[in-house]
């Protein structure tokens, strides 16, 4: 293991094939390669809308963690621009699930999406610290950075109604985004105690068994 690489690029490293797994995940490689099936893209479009929300209750959360207990004032500012672009994130899910004919209201969430969203509950409780919810943010966030941006990088053949969702996630600018909660959570996991820094890494290997579940669910009838 290289001594130079941060704690997080070190789990990237070490924990290679599983993050593969998450970021290259074969529905990934078929909007990529063009051959993704419309009834795929349209379940990933109504439970992705599900989590988003559930979304919001957790990035809050990580909010009121930062505000408690960061010592360094712009990590609040940064996780409030996330929170806040999530209300464009809605209409965006709301505008696109009209174009494809996907009904959101009473949409139920599948079993990967409710187990994800459970786990994104757990980090509500005070026992768990702003380090460690900063981690999964980052991770939760980098998963659809590094998987959307494959999407629109080099010689893919991604269909171009497929380009808006790619974009939104894949674009240069959240990729500027992920970087920066990268190092506010390497910058807290430096300084974090044996046991809130092993708590980091099981939560990152948690995000990205769930981003492979929700993956998954998403590709499978
Ligand atoms: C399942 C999932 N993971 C991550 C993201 C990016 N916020 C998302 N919208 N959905």
Redesign the pocket.
């Known amino acids: 293991m290289d001594d130079d690489l941060s704690p997080t690029a070190t789990w990237q490293v070490k924990h290679h094939e599983l993050y593969q797994r998450a970021t290259r995940h074969p529905f990934i490689l078929a909007i990529r390669d063009g051959t993704v099936d419309a009834s795929s893209f349209k379940r990933w479009l109504g439970q ?1 809308y599900v ?2 929300r559930e ?1 919001i209750p957790f990035l809050s959360n990580v909010l009121l963690k930062s505000w408690k207990e960061s010592e360094n004032n712009s990590d609040l500012e940064i996780i409030l621009g996330g929170l806040a672009a999530l209300s464009d994130e809605l209409s965006w899910f709301k505008n696109e699930a009209s174009k494809w004919g996907v009904d959101l209201c009473g949409m139920t969430p599948l079993t990967a999406n409710t187990e ?1 969203c459970r786990f994104l509950h757990s980090f509500t409780t005070p026992d768990i610290n702003y380090t460690v919810a900063v981690t999964a943010f980052w991770a ?2 980098t ?2 950075q590094e998987s959307f941006s494959f999407c629109i990088e080099g010689d893919h053949k991604t269909p171009t109604e497929l380009l808006g969702a790619c974009q939104r ?1 894949g674009n240069s600018n959240f990729g500027q985004y992920c970087k920066s909660l990268q190092q506010i959570a390497n910058r807290r996991l430096k300084e974090a105690p044996i046991d809130v820094f092993r708590k980091a890494e099981e939560v990152f290997i948690s995000v990205l068994e769930h ?1 492979i579940e ?1 993956w998954n669910m998403s590709s499978n009838e």
Do not use: K, L
């Open positions: 992705d989590f988003v979304f994800y939760i966030e998963v659809y996630w981003e929700f």
